[in-house]
């Protein structure tokens, strides 16, 4: 079927406001994961989900970062209180049942923050 | 934890080969390779899951030494569409959490 989308495409926001960000997988794909990626920087890790297993949040930058995810379907990527070092793009994967298995990348949410 | 890539950045000319190294101070359980060009998403090329293992896919092989931690991704007779940022990636021994490398530029020149 379809790949991995994520919405919006491009996000363009007031430093203090919040932002969600979303993602949806390859459908059956059980894990999920989401990254950040700087301007000319590799891909830093956020967090993972698999299944309906609760995730490792302590790859979140700073807890104005939340995420959730409703079974094995859509996830968001919330930001509240946004700051210009949160300008990135946000990438989200999706995989068969996790690390053991190729990620497929959706094409990402630019963020701006101003 | 993030695994360290060597050489940062490389040129080559069409034809030519090229070798980029990953490298973890933690155990390496499995290593993914991917391939991410300029203003696009990441592309998986291979996944490696057993010590010594190689593989292959097109010109682009790769291989996997469990013992010593370290991945090589191998480009032989480059190609102008090799071009791009190379990514190696390995989950944490927790499996929760998944690293990609610090990264290498890659590019081909006619």
């Known amino acids: 079927g379809a790949g991995v989308s994520q919405s919006p495409s491009n996000k363009v926001t007031e430093k203090g406001k919040d932002v969600e960000l979303r993602c949806d997988p390859i459908s059956g794909h059980t894990a999920l994961y989401w990254y950040r990626q700087r301007l000319g920087q590799g891909l830093e890790f956020l967090i993972y989900f698999q299944g309906n297993s609760a995730p490792d949040k302590s790859g979140l930058p700073s807890d104005r970062f939340s995420a959730e995810r409703t079974g094995e379907s859509v996830s968001t990527l919330t930001i509240q209180r946004t700051q210009q070092e949160d300008s990135a793009v946000y990438l989200c994967?999706?995989?068969?049942?996790?690390?053991?298995?190729?990620?497929?990348f959706g094409p990402g949410t630019r963020l701006t923050v101003t | 934890q993030q695994p360290v890539q060597s050489p940062q950045a490389v040129i080559l000319r069409e034809g030519e080969d090229a070798v980029i190294n990953c490298s973890s101070s933690?155990?390496?359980?499995?290593v993914h390779w991917y391939r991410q060009k300029h203003g696009e998403a990441p592309v998986f090329l291979m996944i490696l899951l057993k010590g010594g293992e190689q593989k292959g896919h097109d010109k682009i092989s790769a291989s996997f030494n469990e013992k010593k931690q370290q991945s090589s991704l191998y480009l032989t007779a480059s190609q102008l569409s090799y071009s791009g940022t190379y990514f190696c990636?390995?989950?944490?021994?927790?499996?929760?959490?998944?690293?990609f490398g610090t990264g290498t530029s890659l590019t081909v020149i006619p």
């Open positions: 933690k155990a390496l359980y499995s």
């Open positions: 990636g390995t989950e944490d021994n927790t499996g929760n959490q998944f690293y």
């Open positions: 994967a999706s995989s068969l049942a996790g690390g053991l298995y190729e990620q497929y």
